[in-house]
């Protein structure tokens, strides 16, 4: 499989594995067989993705990537013994579509990207997203019209517009980059990824 399509279908997966977004956020432990998941690297070493482990070595075994960061602990399988990845980087430059926008719009991305605070008010909790221009008023379900905001301020605003009532989100709502995806793929980030992330991802 060329990188782009592995890249492409391992995006499904994280799209269709990802926790749902209305669940509630309780501490879960990992069950036993959750391997965890790798950062993956371009070739120029910048992140592009979070993949399985699994996925990671495989990539590894066909030379597909080299290792970057591995821990300790080994995986095994009948011939082979590889140390468990936690960074790896494809050797060959996959193109990342830099359009972001196409990205699916989920609460958890929109949350990543505003810092987990409401933008009207900087509240951090009852988080929702709200649609700066509302919906009733023409406003598109795109990234730059949809903001974290509380559930008070969203009822506050309501169906108006921000200069009808004079709230503004307080940073310009864009398209988020790459590595708030990365963000919400995993539900803590490893401390080995943290260098090769940007800082606003920590
Ligand atoms: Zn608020």
Redesign the pocket.
């Known amino acids: 499989m060329a990188p782009l399509d592995w890249l492409l279908s391992e995006m499904k997966t994280l799209t269709s594995s990802a926790p749902s977004e209305y669940a509630p956020r309780l501490p879960r432990q990992r069950p036993a067989r959750d391997t965890g998941r790798v950062l993956v690297l371009n070739a120029t070493y910048e992140p592009i993705n979070v993949c399985s482990v699994r996925r990671a070595a495989i990539l590894l075994l066909k030379e597909k990537a080299e290792m970057i960061e591995r821990s300790d602990s080994e995986l095994r399988s009948e011939r082979q013994v590889l140390a468990r990845p936690i960074v790896i980087r494809l050797r060959l430059y996959v193109n990342v579509p830099r359009d972001s926008s196409k990205r699916k719009i989920t609460r958890r991305a929109v949350f990543a990207r505003d810092g987990w605070a ?1 933008q ?4 951090r909790s009852s988080l929702t997203v709200d649609h700066v221009i509302p919906r009733s008023k023409g406003g598109l379900s795109t990234w730059e019209n949809i903001v974290a ?2 559930a ?3 009822r506050r605003k309501a169906d108006r517009l921000p200069a009808q009532i004079n709230m503004h989100p307080r940073k310009s709502p864009r398209v988020p980059g790459p590595h708030v995806f990365i963000t919400v793929a995993t539900q803590k980030i490893p401390a080995a990824w943290l260098q090769w992330l940007p800082a606003e991802a920590a």
């Open positions: 409401c009207y008010c900087g509240t905001s509380c008070p301020c969203n």
